[in-house]
């Protein structure tokens, strides 16, 4: 793998995370749909963990592969 398409790999990756992030994900969502199942009102927001504050703002593909390449 050359060294530009990794540094593509790791943008794609900060839009759209693999690895535990993504776990966690699936698993807030059948908790919510087990929890749900059973008449509770409970959304995925309520059943995800937030280890840390969230970025309020979109990112695009092309502006974190700008940030990244430093164009």
């Not at 990756?13 to 919510?32: M, T, Y």
């Not at 959304?43 to 164009?71: H, M, Q, T, Y």
């Amino acid at each position: 793998m050359s060294a530009s398409e990794f540094y593509y790999w790791v943008a794609f990756d900060k839009l759209n995370p693999i690895g535990d992030e993504r776990h966690d994900w699936h698993a807030a969502q059948i908790s919510s749909s087990i929890y749900r199942s059973q008449g509770a009102k409970v959304s995925f927001d309520d059943c995800l963990i937030k280890f840390r504050e969230e970025k309020k703002e979109p990112v695009s593909l092309f502006a974190a592969l700008s940030n990244l390449l430093g164009k």
